[in-house]
């Protein structure tokens, strides 16, 4: 199937040019005939379901502050919270003793020394769920870090956890998180009080998330 009998299947002005960018993207004429001709435009609809949650979850999210991260030399994932856990406890108002290696050693991102990333935080803006995070991180093709990365940031210049910020939360999936005693999942986030002190606690993944709270985004650098 060619170009031009593509275009004539599309009823709507610059359908030809709508072609044009799907192309770009990727895809060919073949895919692009599926997706017209999928049954009940089932295709399209999932499509247009796609595009209109991350268009919402973009109007959700605020970007705030972007800075780099280097994982240090020495870094071992295995072992990442039991040591942090060790070595800064003490300089913490609270600290949930769940956050250690046995409940969340199973992260889908393994950090390793020498890698570096860009990070974004981004500010919630109303309220959103877990789900909504999540789908908003994918947006963003950033890897899910977990209490790993938020204790890099912690270490490396915890002055982006401002009092602004206040509730800063790093999200996995789902079924890489800790299941808390009542069941439910819980999602590791610090919090930075007025009196400028520190907690590294956890919440509830199935719970909503307020615009008291940002999401932190770790994105490959090229």
């Known amino acids: 199937m060619n170009t031009k009998s ?3 299947v599309i009823s709507y002005d610059q359908g030809y040019e709508l072609i044009l960018v799907l192309k770009k993207a990727g895809f060919n004429v073949d895919l692009i005939q599926k997706i017209i001709n999928s049954k009940s435009n089932r295709l399209a609809k999932e499509m247009y379901g796609f595009i209109a949650s991350v268009t919402q979850a973009s109007d959700q999210f605020e970007l705030v502050n972007t800075f780099s991260i280097i994982v240090p030399a020495g870094y071992n994932h295995a072992t990442r919270l039991d040591t942090f856990g060790k070595k800064h406890r003490r300089e913490f108002s609270l600290y949930n003793s769940a956050i250690n290696d046995e409940n969340y050693g199973r992260g889908t991102t393994k950090l390793i020394p020498g890698e570096r990333f860009r990070v974004k935080i981004f500010r919630i803006k109303g ?3 877990s789900e909504d995070c999540l789908a908003f991180l994918h947006s963003q093709k950033a890897l899910l870090v977990g209490a790993q990365g938020l204790s890099l940031v912690y270490e490396q210049d915890r002055n982006y956890i401002s009092v602004s910020i206040q509730c800063l939360v790093s999200f996995d999936k789902k079924d890489a998180l800790w299941q808390g005693t009542s069941g439910d999942y819980r999602v590791p986030y610090m919090w930075h009080h ?12 199935e719970l909503q998330w307020g615009d008291n709270c940002s999401i932190i985004c770790f994105c490959a650098t090229e």
């Open 6 to 8: 593509v275009r004539d």
């Open 127 to 129: 309220t959103v769920s």
């Open 194 to 205: 007025q009196d400028g002190s520190f907690e590294f606690n956890l919440g509830f993944f």
